[in-house]
Each structure stands twice: as C-alpha cells, then as structure tokens.
C-alpha cells in the first residue's frame, strides 16, 4: 500500500484550502447578471446534480437522489410547481413532496427521490413530470429513473450436471441456489481521528435488512468440491461497503481533497461527486461447501478477489488473508475507461489518496488477531466462521474485517434464506 497522505496535513489552513478546491467541483449554474442575463422564455427545467435530466440505478440502491427545480429567470412573484413519478418504477421511489414552491426572486428549489427497489427482477423506468403549474410556465423536459434489475442466474449444462451429481451424493444444493433474504449487523469500529467522511467517522451498528443476495454454482466447482459464488449484494453487504468506500474518498473533505494528491483530477476526469449516483456491488466467489460438517470455507487472500483490470494490483506477498470480496463500481468502470483511452491516467489513479479500494476495505488479515499490529486499543477480533443449513436453505457467517486506520476490527454478522 503506497505512503497516504493522511496523516501529513492537520493545519486550519490546509483545512480552508481543501474548502476552495471542493467548491471547484460543484457544477455551476449561469448567475442572473447583466451581462449573462437569460433573455428567453422563462421555463422550468428538472435537473440532477451532474446536470442531466436522466439517472441509471441499481436495484437495492436506497441513495437519495436530489433533483434541482429551476427557472431560467427569476420572477416577483413565487411559483408553486405540483409534481409526480409516474411508470413502472414509480412504486419503487418515493418523492420527497409533490407540491414545491419557488419563492419570488429565486431561481431553484429542490425533492429528493428515494428509492427502495428491493423487488425488481426486470429494468423498470419511471419519469419525474411538473404536472401543473399556477403561471403557466412551459416545462423544458420530463426526468427519468431508470432501476436496473437483479441479475438472473441459470445453470448451464455443465453445472446442472455437477448439481445432478451433488444431489445423487445428498447434497441438494436446490435449497441454496437462487435469491436469498440476508438479515445481519455489521459493527463498524469507527475512528479516533474524527476526520474522515461524514458517515463513517463514528463507531456504529448498521442493520442489514431484506438484503437481496444472488448465490450461483461458482465455475470453480468441481465433482468432489461444491463451490458457491455470491454474484449479487454478497452478504447484503452493498450499501455498507460503499458508504465506507465513499467515507475514505469522496465524502472525505480533509484527506482525500489534500493539496498535493490527485483526487480532484480523478473526479473531474469522470465526473464523480458527492451527489452523483453511482452503482457498487459486492462479489464473493470460491465459497467451499463442506456439506459433512455443514460448514463454509470462504477466506482467501485479498488478491484473489482483484480483477485482472484492477490498475491498483499489489505483489502476492503483500496480500494478506481476507474474506476476498470483488467490488465492481460504476466509478471504476469510468476510471478503467479512461485509462484505456488515455494510459497516463493511471499515475493519476495511483497518486489520488485513498483509490487503494480493495486494501482500504480489508487493510489487515484476519486469519490471526493481529489486534497488536493495528495498534487497537480494543480486540473486536472474532474468527472467521461460515454455516450452511440444506434443509433450511441457509447461510450464515461472521467474520472481522479492519478498514484502514479505523480503531479495531469492524465484525460482520449476518443470516441469509433462500426465497421460495
């Protein structure tokens, strides 16, 4: 893991700096001046915060999406605008009000849309319209929402026959195979050190709850060996892991905005802000089934879970014992993009404070505690287990994991049942 800049900066002048280069990433909209006045006819436009009218989200995605209601112009009275989420996706987003007013002499207010797609299974759309408006103002364009949906798995013949195979030795894998409901807790350690992002500085318990997991028959599987691999939300753990993720880096306003790191670059590059809609799905591949004792054997070394495309790839011998999640994120695949089209980018990558994505979530090994070594005041340190019922169709497994200079080892606790 590269020397991090996170430890070197502290003086309120840097603090004042990093607030002048943030401001520099928000976007900006044209100011009613004499000499940019908008001239037109005075409009109302619906807009994200990248600028666009149209948004693509993940299916268990429950981020807030704001929506900016705008006037070209300022009017001296105030507008009240109804507005309304209408198509199939509609039932899976709630509008934060439907009736919103402009005061006299402002150009914009604001809703929020919150999603809560736990369901989905097909790519469903809804549109965000103004339906009505007390002036009469002409409406630029509607906004749309579209959820993608949960994967589909289906066996191809040669993994249906290993299942065939698995069920004539008694091990019915049927009970397992398909979506599943995870129910856990995962007890963040936090920080001493209050300045990371805004909702990870805290030692904390989140509740996972109605997660939806996928669990396929993993490649790896062979005749004797029954391997699973969790392809979608992997122990319900999607919405955490970002948050983390997103707490060292972008919603990191003192380390990751430093003078002298490249995070500002990356972001602009790939247009990555704060309130930018971004996917992130959590993968565990090479869980070992060992039906006899109704046991799972899921850790690894954290290298086995990068992808060969990962720019940020370590040598073997710094690859500790993790439970060896694969991340895939929209921000990386914008980020690999721009390194294909333009090889450079990577040294940009590479010196941005706190892209270390995979060593910055699983920082130390967890096949000992190496409570010591972390320098933890307190252990939290607890081994790593995995069970699998077959007549009950479920999966349970707690495990540590130590995200990099938080306190201690953060422990991860959850149930997951197959859905009928």
């Known amino acids: 893991m ?3 800049l996170y430890h070197r900066l502290r003086s309120v002048g840097a603090i004042g700096l990093f607030s002048l280069l943030l401001l520099s990433l928000l976007p900006s909209c044209a100011k009613d001046t004499p000499d940019n006045k908008y001239r037109g006819e005075n409009k109302i436009q619906l807009r994200l915060p990248d600028g666009s009218r149209s948004v ?3 299916a268990t995605s429950t981020s807030p999406i704001k929506v900016t209601v705008r006037l070209t112009s300022r009017r001296t009275d105030a507008v009240t605008l109804q507005l309304n989420l209408t198509g199939e996706a509609a039932s899976s987003l709630t509008l934060s009000s439907k009736t919103l007013t402009i005061p006299a002499g402002q150009l914009e207010g604001e809703v929020v849309i919150t999603p809560s797609a736990k369901g989905v299974t097909t790519q469903q759309q809804a549109k965000l319209s103004v339906t009505s408006s007390a002036s009469g103002l002409m409406v630029e364009g509607d906004l749309t929402i579209t959820i993608s949906p949960f994967p589909v798995w289906t066996p191809t013949a040669a993994q249906q026959a290993l299942i065939d195979g698995y069920r004539a030795k008694g091990i019915d894998l049927s009970t397992i195979l398909g979506y599943h409901t995870v129910e856990g807790s995962v007890d963040w350690a936090g920080f001493t050190d209050p ?3 805004r909702d990870i500085r805290s030692k904390a318990t989140w509740r996972i709850s109605g997660a939806t997991m996928l669990v396929e028959l993993s490649d790896r ?3 004797d060996q029954p391997v ?5 939300n992997a122990l319900g753990l999607n919405d955490i892991y970002k948050k983390l993720w997103d707490g060292y880096t972008v919603d990191n306003l003192i380390y990751f905005y430093a003078e002298g790191t490249s995070s500002l670059e990356v972001m602009k590059a790939i247009n990555w802000t704060q309130s ?3 996917t992130f799905n959590v993968v565990l591949d090479n869980v070992r089934v060992n039906a006899s004792t109704g046991t799972l054997t899921f850790t690894g070394k954290r290298l086995s879970g990068m992808p060969a495309t990962y720019p940020l790839r370590e040598e073997e011998s710094d690859s500790p014992i993790v439970v060896p999640f694969t991340y895939e994120s929209s921000v990386w695949t914008r980020v690999m993009a721009k390194i294909a089209a333009e090889p450079t980018f990577k040294e940009t990558v590479e010196s941005a404070d706190g892209m270390e994505l995979y060593s910055i979530l699983s920082n130390t090994g967890i096949d000992e505690d190496r409570t010591a070594e972390i320098g933890a005041t307190e252990g939290h340190y607890v081994k790593p287990e995995g069970k699998i ?4 169709g479920t999966l349970s ?7 990099y200079n938080s306190d201690y080892y953060s422990v991860v606790k959850v149930t997951s049942q197959q859905r009928k």
């Open 2 to 4: 590269k020397t991090s």
């Open 56 to 58: 693509l989200i993940a």
């Open 195 to 197: 300045d990371y992002g």
């Open 221 to 223: 599987a062979t005749a």
């Open 228 to 232: 699973l691999k969790f392809s979608y």
């Open 276 to 278: 930018s809609a971004e």
């Open 389 to 392: 019922d077959l007549k009950k």
């Open 397 to 403: 497994f707690t495990f540590p994991f130590h995200g």
